[in-house]
């Protein structure tokens, strides 16, 4: 994209500023000029035409909105004279055809990942610890600190080093820099910890739907085994989590140890048993090696966060392509964020495979956005101040770039939250738009690596699942280079396609699927987790 100004869709009657662009400026848009009577800052719109108060506003091909002053061509869109309005959808009303892409390129590539006896392959090797209460957080930090000292050492910082060499001063150089120095044999496997603030208290809705989501977590093909620790008198029984793994892996083909405090001891006597009972398991999952698996075998998550006003201009259109590919060979794309397909409806409906899918994704919608009009919070509140300082002025439109990421393949299974996503193409999971909410649901949804898109910024990561950080602008990606993995930016900056950009990505996914590069959520130990209590988050 060489212009400064961006008309998205035909039937479009505002347009993208790709630049700052001063009032008085002229631009053309099909052979039309437009002198601007505002100021316009990069990634803001304008309008093409005169619109009139109670104007409908389309953007993308779809409403967005609907004016609440009168707005003059080359006028500036803004939260003053624009409200989010969408179409109402009621059902799958139109057939739709797509064929799949050209992937002569990617049939024969292959990633390096961990082949497991359910058949699914998984881009890490994990042993999970959590709780199922949050009783047991405590547990869980005192065995994370134990074997966190052991199996990763952490390089100290200056004063640390200055004081460690003071007392030791015998040590060598590379001693000096680490609180421990001798490397674990078992580096085949990492050992990850979760906490949560759940499992009694609630409901017991809350409950199950908790054990649901932690079922995921030890089903999902990153995880090689799991421990779990239990008080013994919640509202989270053990059963419950048995029940549930037994529903999504009838053979329990994984390792899954589960210890009940007050069937025990004392807490000490506690956490050496499952520290003695544990470690054997680890020396069992190292043994675990990775070996070839084609494209098909992956599982991505969409997500976005941070979202600027070049989020559905570059990076999720960039995702869609990669989603399309992945669609294409036999793979998974899973689109989350409800809140963030409002608007789009029709266009997500049509595009199920059939008339019971579009009807469950329909009915999702309808009773999670009556959900949040009950507590004054519907989805036209979706939109965060930063979201609208850079362009996003309604959710519609927000949603309507968002829905780019999952392309144009045609959507074969609706999920809600904790349902685990088991068919090739496009799955549409009911999560909130909150960006670690979602990220956990879609790891507990199976994701085995999750692609992230974000404007403005942000360092969310998983336990789990690795979360490839994709910026929608090059200033971002030169700005924040500790968290961004990929520019999708250049799109605008350097004029290329979706298309290549899109295969660069598959590129970076392949090498970080392999464990040959690790995301820097990883690198900076970002492992978020916050499980969705539901009709309370957007």
């Given amino acids: 994209m060489t212009s400064n100004i961006l008309k998205i869709h035909s039937q479009d009657n505002i347009a993208v500023a790709l630049n700052d662009l001063s009032k008085g400026h002229s631009v053309t848009i099909e052979n039309e000029p437009i002198t601007l009577v505002d100021d316009i800052d990069q990634k803001h719109k304008f309008a093409l035409c005169d619109l009139p108060i109670g104007s409908s506003v389309i953007m993308y091909g779809v409403l967005v909105g609907i004016t609440t002053k009168d707005i003059p061509k080359g006028g500036l869109i803004s939260t003053d004279n624009l409200k989010h309005k969408t179409s109402k959808t009621i059902a799958k009303n139109a057939t739709y055809d797509w064929k799949p892409l050209d992937i002569s390129r990617w049939q024969s590539k292959t990633f390096m990942g961990y082949h497991r ?4 392959v998984g881009t890490d090797n994990i042993w999970l610890f959590f709780p199922l209460v949050f009783c047991e957080n405590r547990n869980i930090k005192v065995l994370k600190n134990t074997f966190e000292r052991e199996f990763y050492p952490i390089k100290k ?10 007392l030791h001063p015998d040590r060598t150089t590379e001693q000096s820099d680490y609180s421990e120095f001798i490397p674990h044999p078992y580096q085949n496997v990492k050992v990850r ?3 949560h603030h759940g499992g009694c208290g609630g409901t017991r809705e809350d409950a199950q739907v908790l054990a649901s989501l932690l ?10 085994g799991a421990t779990v620790l239990s008080l013994g008198c919640q509202h989270l029984e053990i059963k419950l989590l048995e029940d549930e793994l037994n529903q999504l892996d009838p053979q329990r083909s994984k390792p899954v140890l589960i210890f009940n405090q007050q069937s025990e001891g004392s807490t000490d006597q506690f956490l050496s048993k499952i520290v003695h009972q544990t470690f054997q398991q680890i020396v069992e999952a190292n043994q675990i090696q990775r070996k070839p698996a084609s494209l098909s075998q992956l599982k991505i998550g969409l997500e976005c966060g941070g979202s ?5 201009i570059t990076a ?18 899973i689109l989350a964020e409800f809140p963030e397909l409002c608007g789009v409806e029709q266009e997500l409906a049509n595009r199920c495979q059939n008339d019971v899918l579009a009807s469950k994704f329909i009915s999702l919608m309808d009773q999670y956005e009556t959900a949040a009009n009950k507590v004054d919070s519907g989805f036209d509140m979706n939109p965060s101040p930063g979201n609208i300082k850079d362009g996003l002025i309604t959710d519609a439109i927000k949603s309507a770039g968002a829905v780019k990421k999952s392309g144009n393949s045609e959507i074969t299974d609706v999920l809600d939250y904790t349902e685990y996503v088991t068919k090739s193409g496009v799955s549409l999971l009911c999560t909130p738009g909150n ?16 692609l992230f898109t974000t404007g403005l910024g942000t360092p969310t990561g998983n336990p789990i699942t690795p979360v490839v950080k994709v910026s929608t602008n090059s200033e971002l990606f030169k700005k924040m280079p500790d968290i961004i993995d990929f520019n999708a930016g250049t799109v605008i900056s350097e004029g290329k396609s979706i298309e290549s950009v899109g295969d660069e990505l598959i590129d970076l996914i392949i090498e970080i699927a392999s464990g040959h590069i690790k ?8 492992q978020d987790f916050i499980p969705w209590k539901r009709g309370v988050s957007l």
Avoid: C, W
Avoid at 308 to 312: A, K, M, Q, V
């Fill in 117 to 120: 006896s359910d058949g699914q």
């Fill in 157 to 166: 910082d200056p004063l640390q080093r200055l004081l460690g060499n003071l």
């Fill in 193 to 195: 910890f979760m906490t």
């Fill in 215 to 224: 079922a995921g977590y030890v089903h999902n093909p990153n995880v090689a």
């Fill in 308 to 312: 600027d006003g070049f989020s559905g």
């Fill in 316 to 333: 999720n259109p960039v995702l869609g392509h990669v989603s399309d590919v992945i669609s294409s060979l036999g793979g998974s794309a």
């Fill in 435 to 450: 960006d670690v909410e979602s990220t956990t649901g879609l790891a507990g949804g199976g994701a085995n690596i999750i």
């Fill in 519 to 526: 995301t820097k959520a990883e690198i900076l130990g970002q």
